[in-house]
């Protein structure tokens, strides 16, 4: 019998983002990242890397998440600073 493949979703919750990035090169290598505090010392990243001019729909979606969320720039989030220092030193 086959194993049938199901679709995997990550649900994320606005106050629990810590930190994003989004970068583009000139050279066409381009990535996102979106850290999120899922508990006490734990922790949750994804990331998203292209190469290319255009813009991947999970990257557009990031970014409309960001704008709703009142971030609309790359960084620490505000009010996150004291949890994304405790991530840093985990790395």
């Known amino acids: 019998m086959a194993n049938k493949v199901n679709d995997f979703n990550v649900s994320i919750k606005p106050e629990e983002v810590m ?6 090169s000139k050279d066409g290598y381009n990535s996102a990242r979106m850290v999120m505090k899922a508990g006490d010392k734990a922790y949750m990243s994804v990331s ?9 729909d999970f990257v557009l979606e990031m970014m409309a998440f960001m704008k709703g969320s009142g971030m609309e720039t790359s960084g620490v989030w505000t ?13």
């Open 19 to 24: 930190y994003t990035s989004i970068n583009t």
């Open 48 to 56: 998203y890397e292209w190469e290319g001019g255009g813009i991947p």
């Open 79 to 91: 009010g996150k600073e004291k949890d994304y220092e405790e991530f840093s030193k985990i790395k």
